[in-house]
């Protein structure tokens, strides 16, 4: 006997439904008349948590950061306006390969069929501009009609999930509340099974370089992270006692205490024995490599040229191109196809970072800084980096289950604020530290309040320096246009919500800072940290020096006297 599949409901309904069933719990976003329709269907359901933010583009960071502890996010904001001030948050998105559905509550059909210019358009009579400005920076979009509707919101949702890159949805104002008839069944995420001699051919071609290498080694980019393969080169790493290492964009993806781990790979900056595991292996398999200069020591980072390269989707090994595999599927196969490595001694995790005896009376310096805030690491500690200074986190030791949220690709300032809220909604039982500089922070602040409207208690450690000394290093070591306004930045919690129980810090002095780690994290600590603007480790000026002589070429103005922030002697 036929039975009916399919039952009605309405578009609004059934796109809640689906992003429900595929794990997103909450909507990032900024209401509008295009889009209340909606917000109204998901009061009603009850089916998924509005969390309302300041600004489109923190909403945007937001979805990501909940993306990346959720494996989905979503935003929704309202025609044009909306849509244009999220494109940077979900253009990093694409960069940073993290699945994101934008939905934008759109123009009606109505006005569509009749060309009737209306409010947030170009009011040039079209209506496909924000389609289009979105092709640059999404895996897939549509605009929903009662006809497409059941089809594309799977199609979208299962695209972002599975190619790990966001989406974009127009939702007529007009539709969400028509009914039209939709699977009963709930959406599956599920990667595409392997085409099965391929898979089987990729693995017996990886398993014959890795069992006949004398030094095999593993170097993992953002990727292996993003389809959850950790677990999987780890194993492997033990069966194969190769050393892994991680590009800087998958810090925290290799647990950092796992005896097999080498460090962070990025070409001629690397420690000594991370570049020679890497580039004299001589059967390297490396995972989802995307290289840029600020990944690879300004590319000076060097594979062999035998080098597995696996992807998502694909594998390269030799001359032979594999389509159709899973990057899990690959993997499990290798792990149980390979032998166990018994003549190989596993090697050495590297030390942790040394600490001098600092007087705790001293002014505060980015050196003592840091030392001090490798000691406040916790296992299972969810770490974020903004663009500037506080990159250095990158060179901490994490222990063990901690996860760090960074955009090295993308690099726009003021991410980690709204990552951090989107990252504490999903996650908000554990401890989060933020880490960043005063001038990113100026770009997003205002999200503090939705962060402390929800109190959520993270750890906020803001240098005060007086403006961008990351850029210093590039230019302008002294110049105006690197400076910003001063803040009073730790009294921020409290402008931002009166009533608050946040603990507020201004630290001068290494004993302030000591004083403020003591502090308990059972409510929002907020640590600004005043430093010199010319106060800058070694490591970030020597990397903005190099990154000036890319940008400006041999000619350009970083030569000229005193113009450019260099390492200190
Ligand atoms: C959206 C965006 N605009 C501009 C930049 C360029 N930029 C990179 S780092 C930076 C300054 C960061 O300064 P701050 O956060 O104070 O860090 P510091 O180096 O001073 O610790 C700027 C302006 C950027 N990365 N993103
Ligand atoms: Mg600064």
């Keep these: 006997m036929y039975t009916n599949p399919n039952r009605r409901m309405t578009i609004g309904d059934f796109l809640l439904r689906r992003l429900a069933e595929a794990g997103v719990r909450h909507l990032f976003g900024v209401p509008g008349d295009y889009n209340l329709e909606l917000l109204q269907q998901l009061k009603d359901t009850g089916a998924l948590e509005w969390i309302g933010t300041c600004n489109e583009l923190n909403a945007s960071y937001a979805a990501d950061g909940y993306a990346r502890l959720n494996g989905l996010g979503a935003l929704l904001v309202t025609n044009g306006v909306g849509a ?7 253009g990093g998105s694409y960069s940073e390969h993290v699945p994101v ?17 209306m409010h947030h358009t170009m ?13 640059q920076v999404t895996a897939a979009r549509a605009r929903l009609t009662p006809r497409n509707a059941a089809a ?86 033990e069966r194969l006692q190769a050393p892994v290492g991680t590009i800087n964009a998958a810090k925290s993806v290799i647990d950092e205490t796992f005896p097999l781990y080498l460090g962070i790979y990025g070409g001629k900056g690397s420690e000594p024995q ?77 030390a942790a970072m040394a600490g001098t005896h600092i007087d705790g009376s001293t002014k505060l310096t980015q050196a003592a800084y840091w030392q001090a805030i490798q000691s406040y690491l916790q296992p299972g500690d969810v770490l974020y980096v903004d663009n500037g200074t506080s990159f250095v986190l990158l060179g901490l030791r994490l222990p063990p289950g901690c996860t760090f949220i960074g955009s090295i690709n993308w690099g726009s300032i003021g991410y980690s604020v709204g990552a951090l809220l989107g990252a504490l909604t999903a996650a908000p039982n554990r401890r989060h530290l933020l880490f960043i500089g005063d001038g990113s922070f100026q770009v997003s602040a205002q999200e503090l309040s939705t962060i402390l409207r929800h109190d959520h208690k993270p750890a906020i450690f803001l240098i005060n320096n007086g403006g961008y000394t990351i850029e210093r290093g590039y230019l302008g070591k002294s110049e105006s246009y690197n400076d910003v306004a001063n803040w009073a930045y730790a009294k921020l919690p409290k402008v931002f919500r009166p009533d608050t129980t946040a603990r507020s810090f201004v630290v001068r002095t290494v004993d302030d800072l000591k004083n403020a780690l003591g502090a308990p994290n059972d409510t929002m600590i ?32 970083q030569h000229r006297e005193n113009l450019q922030l260099r390492p200190a002697l």
């Design 526 to 557: 907020f640590v600004e940290s005043i430093m010199d603007s010319h106060d800058a480790p070694a490591a970030v000026t020597t990397s903005s020096n190099k990154g000036a002589e890319l940008d400006y070429g041999p000619r350009g103005p």
């Design 101 to 117: 559905i934008c939905i934008s509550g759109s123009i009606p059909l109505r006005s569509l069929d009749r060309g009737l210019g």
């Design 123 to 135: 009011a040039d009579g079209t209506f496909d501009h924000f389609l289009n400005a979105y092709a």
């Design 84 to 90: 244009l001030s999220a494109i940077n948050g979900v």
């Design 152 to 237: 594309e919101i799977d199609r979208l949702i299962l695209t972002a999930w599975r190619e790990k890159l966001p989406v974009y949805m127009e939702l007529p104002s007009d539709i969400t509340h028509l009914d039209i008839e939709v699977p009963t069944s709930p959406l599956v995420l599920a990667e595409p099974p392997s085409d099965p001699e391929r898979l089987r051919s990729c693995i017996a071609a990886i398993v014959e370089r890795l069992s006949s290498a004398k030094s095999p080694a593993i170097l993992v980019d953002a990727d292996a992270g993003r389809f959850g393969v950790a677990s999987e080169l780890m194993k492997l790493a």
């Design 274 to 350: 991370v570049r020679d595991a890497v580039e004299t292996s001589d059967c390297l398999l490396c995972i989802g490599y995307r290289p840029i200069e600020v990944t690879t020591g300004d590319f000076t980072a060097s594979l062999p040229t035998s080098t597995i390269h696996a992807r998502g989707y694909s594998v390269d090994v030799g001359d032979d191109n594999y389509q159709a595999v899973t990057l899990k599927e690959v993997l499990r196969g290798v792990l149980n196809a390979v032998p166990q490595a018994t003549n190989r001694a596993p090697q050495g995790a590297l």
